[in-house]
């Protein structure tokens, strides 16, 4: 014991700093990288402190302003991590559709939010193409991919090449094996139009309606099948009549021209001014099929649905006697929202859920301008 009035080395140390300050840093070190969010029990976790000391700190640094709280017993930290470290995103385009473009601007800028770098390259609607950039994504050590390619034949050889190099994949829109889906939840957008378009019938035509017409995309396999298949189901709960309706189905490959061509032979070898309900698997179908009415003469008869709400349709709502009836809103600008938090948490091994949806809206021309008022 030392002489009395003298303090041992180990007190001096022990008195040279504030163990609250101590603790308030380890609160402010649980976040590991910036914009992330945190639950008072991941705090607890990861700070290794009391539940009390815990909620005491994080209050005290709310107040202070270093933390700031974003939900209910939800923190997020204004200080960005010192030892954060950058994490390389792949990301796998589709085409260069505005749809896809809107997705990459959404992902670019959460992206910089969240100081994740990405690696992009662009598939080009091409199955091909999106076998060679998984390579090329392969040899750059990305730390997770984000898979937008179209076609379910190749799903699992994309897939596979990622499993062997053990990087784990976020599939948009396309399911591809043993990865994490993010995209529309097919059905239901289907059944928001088939509403939709099936109300129209019966307020416009009396629910005289002579035949169906869907245009499809087959070579994306069954989960946007779902959209015609959900549109079918509620047309025939609007418009119990359709059951014993010629029903036709085309295939939309995704050329804007090919399916204009595609509608251009069935409307020559179908009877004319036949009252047709058209519900299309995306707007790209859906403008080619009003293109191919309006050549024919035939606009009056048809009404049609799409779905994706893309900046083509949307201008098409707002023009005056317009025939497309609503487009079923995906919003892919706010795709970058969602998929840069939930690749985070795969690479942090948090808990994220297999299936992601998106929000879906129906789109016409009451909300078009409410919704998009910056389109013009």
Partial sequence: MPPLGLRSESTERDRSYANAVVRACEIVNSF????EALTLSELVDRSRLSKTTVFRLVQSLVRGGLVERVGKGV???RVRPLTERTFRLGFAAQTDSVFCREVTGGLERAAARSNVHLVMVNNRYSAREALRNAELLVRERVDLVLEYQTYERVAPMV??????????VIAIEIPHPGATYFGANNYQ???????????WANEHWNAEVDQVLLLELPIAGPLPQLRMTGLLDSLRKELPAISSLPISHLDGKGDFEQILGVVRKY??????KKRTLVGAVNDTCALAALRGFEEAGLSQYCAVMGQNAILEARMELR??????????????ERYGDQLVPLALNILQKKSAPATVFVEHQLIT????GLLYPLDA
């Fill in 267 to 272: 409307l020559r070898r179908t009877a004319a």
């Fill in 75 to 77: 923190y997020a930290s």
């Fill in 159 to 168: 897939a596979a090449k990622f499993v062997e190099a053990n990087i784990p």
């Fill in 32 to 35: 590991r990288h910036e914009g």
């Fill in 319 to 332: 023009r005056a006697g317009t025939r497309l009836i609503g487009s079923v809103a995906f919003f892919p």
């Fill in 365 to 368: 021309l009451k909300n078009v």
């Fill in 189 to 199: 957008a289907g059944l928001i139009g088939g509403k939709a378009l099936g109300r």
